[in-house]
C-alpha cells in the first residue's frame, strides 16, 4: 500500500526567509497530493494540492512541486510570516483509495 | 469552505463504554470520512461513506462502525472503548465531480477514555 514520508518534522525559520517541506511517496499509481495546515487545537485546512498531471502551482506565497519520476513532491512557503506557524501535512491518494499521510512538519517562524 | 461541523466538541467516557459522534457534511457533499488523530500524529484514516454505503475503510477494529444518512450527515461509532481510543476525532466531507478529492474537516471532537 501507499506509504508517505515527510522531511522534517521540526522546521525553524527567520520571519521573511523561505521555507520547504518534502514528501515522498510509494505508490506509483497515486495521482492526488494535497497539503493541510493545522494550528493548534484547530481542524486540518487545506492550502494547496496538485494533480499528478501538473508539475508544480502556485497560490500567492504557497508553491508546491511535483516529480512524478522521482515520487516526491514539496511545499515551498515564500516570505513566511508569524501566522505561518502550524503544523503541515502532506497526503497522496489515489482514485477510490483513502487518502495517505504524512506524519507532519512543525513549522517555527522566528521574529 | 467551513461548513462541517461535529458534536459534541468534547466527550469523556470511561473504558468499556460505547460513543456516538455525529458529524454534518457541507451542503452538496455526498462522501464523508472519518479519521482519528492521535496527539502530534497525522490523522489515521478510519473509513468513509458514500451515498450511505461504506466505501473504504482503515486499519481499525470492527468495534469502529459507521452510517451515513440520506442527508449525507453521518455517525461513527466506537464500542467497548479503549484508552487508546483517546484522541481528536474528525470527519471530512468531499465535494463530488472533479473535486472529489478534496477534503474539508470539520472542527473534531476530542474523545477522553479514562
Known amino acids: 500500500g501507499e506509504n508517505v514520508e515527510q522531511h522534517p518534522s521540526t522546521l525553524s525559520v527567520q520571519e521573511g526567509d523561505s521555507a520547504v517541506i518534502k514528501c515522498t511517496y510509494s505508490?506509483?499509481?497515486?495521482?492526488?497530493f494535497p497539503w493541510y495546515k493545522q494550528e493548534l487545537g484547530k481542524r486540518p485546512q487545506l492550502i494547496i494540492d496538485?494533480?499528478?498531471n501538473v508539475g508544480e502551482k502556485k497560490d500567492q506565497r504557497i508553491a508546491v512541486t511535483l516529480n512524478k519520476t522521482a515520487k516526491h513532491f514539496s511545499l515551498h512557503i515564500t516570505e513566511t510570516q508569524p501566522e505561518d506557524s502550524a503544523v503541515y501535512f502532506c497526503a497522496a491518494k489515489r482514485s477510490n483509495y483513502q487518502l495517505i499521510w504524512g506524519a507532519g512538519t512543525k513549522l517555527i517562524i522566528k521574529p | 469552505e467551513t461548513g462541517v461541523t461535529q458534536s459534541p466538541t468534547h466527550l469523556i467516557k470511561t473504558r468499556g463504554q460505547q460513543v456516538t459522534l455525529r458529524c454534518s457534511s457541507q451542503s452538496g457533499h455526498n462522501t464523508v470520512s472519518w479519521y482519528q488523530q492521535a496527539l502530534g500524529q497525522g490523522p489515521q484514516f478510519i473509513f468513509q461513506y458514500y451515498r450511505e454505503e461504506e466505501n473504504g475503510r482503515g486499519n481499525f477494529p470492527p468495534r469502529f462502525s459507521g452510517l451515513q444518512f440520506p442527508n449525507y450527515s453521518s455517525e461513527l461509532n466506537v464500542n467497548a472503548l479503549e484508552l487508546d481510543d483517546s484522541a481528536l476525532y474528525l470527519c471530512?466531507?468531499?465535494?463530488?465531480?472533479?473535486?472529489?478529492?478534496?477534503?474539508?474537516f470539520g472542527p473534531g471532537t476530542r474523545l477522553t477514555v479514562l
Open positions: 496538485i494533480r499528478s
Open positions: 505508490d506509483s499509481a497515486s495521482n492526488y
Open positions: 471530512a466531507s468531499s465535494p463530488g465531480g472533479t473535486r472529489y478529492n478534496e477534503q474539508f
